[in-house]
């Protein structure tokens, strides 16, 4: 590994962080690339961790991506904080921050060249956010592109982006290894969440919820799929706050959902509206 250069420095455009990142280069750096929205939180430092064993060079993105919010989702009350977020990531071995404008990444206005995330893009969270993973799909597309990193980090949280990112690379041939990092949790078992700055006190009781789901689904694991399943929407049980959009299990090759008497590795997904927020989370499970 080379040596890591101190400081953070925010680049806010393609052409400097490319020149950048090719100076780097020919001294001999790897290169990581962690992808985020910013309002980071102990989560996306797990992922700059990570990324920091993969490269000598660790570039964190910071860009909420419009092209992956629906009308009437959060997009304009999305937390912006980049100042807190550069402040959170001083000290922790990033060399550059990627901080590009809504205009640097899309500079016509509109684009008329998206990747398509398929079957699998349209169901669970591509069902309730009908766009979202073309969005999500053409920004990291965009992001690696820009980058050319050697790893990509990103978080086991986000499990159907984790699949979709890794389908993506591997059909389009991109020169980037993918690695995941397992989610973070509250120690009550909540997930990291740069949307659960939005819950107030009762709501962020109610979203324990989510994770209660998880763990009763594990616990039935043994029993099957039905059990697994039943289990999981009693712990999510009748609460004001909480409104679940799916609870499901898929088959973690395929994500797919799995036969009623299917058996071996397999993944519970959970998505649910506790007060206006929406929060998904996720457990690996073997069905037995
Ligand atoms: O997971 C996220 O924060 C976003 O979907 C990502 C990968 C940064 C793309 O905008």
Do not use: C, W
């Not at 922790?92 to 995330?117: C, H, I, K, N, Q």
């Not at 890794?166 to 980037?176: A, E, H, I, Y």
Request: charged fraction near 20%; avoid cysteine; charge should be negative.
């Amino acid at each position: 590994m080379t040596e890591v250069t101190a400081g953070t420095r925010v680049v806010p455009t393609i052409s400097e962080l490319r020149g950048l990142l090719a100076e780097r280069r020919a001294a001999g750096a790897s290169v990581a690339l962690v992808p985020t929205m910013g309002a980071l939180h102990a989560g996306h430092l797990a992922l700059v961790a990570r990324a920091r064993q993969l490269a000598d060079v660790v570039v964190v993105s910071i860009f909420v991506n419009p092209l992956q919010f629906g009308p009437g989702e959060d997009l304009d009350r999305y937390p912006r904080t980049l100042d807190a977020d550069v402040a959170a990531l001083e000290g922790l071995g990033v060399e550059f921050v990627f901080a590009p404008a809504v205009a640097e990444m899309y500079p016509s206005g509109e684009v008329d060249t998206t990747l398509r995330a398929g079957r699998v893009g349209s169901l669970y969270e591509g069902a309730s956010r009908p766009g979202h993973f073309d969005g999500m799909l053409t920004v990291v597309s965009k992001l690696l592109n820009i980058v050319s990193p050697d790893a990509a980090v990103f978080g086991q949280k986000d499990a159907q982006q984790v699949f979709l990112v890794r389908r993506m690379v591997r059909d389009l041939d991109v020169p980037t290894t993918i690695d995941v990092v397992p989610t973070v949790r509250e120690a009550d078992g909540l997930a990291l969440s740069s949307r659960n700055r939005y819950l107030d006190p009762a709501q962020r009781q109610a979203a324990l919820t989510l994770s209660e789901a998880l763990r009763a689904a594990d616990a039935a694991a043994t029993d099957g799929l039905a059990e697994v399943l039943a289990e999981g929407a009693a712990a999510l049980g009748d609460h004001d706050d909480v409104t679940l959009d799916y609870l499901v299990v898929v088959d973690p090759e395929t994500f797919l959902p799995v036969a009623d008497d299917a058996r071996g590795a397999a993944v519970v997904l959970v998505a649910a509206r506790v007060g206006a927020t929406r929060l998904i989370d996720n457990a690996a499970i073997t069905l037995g």
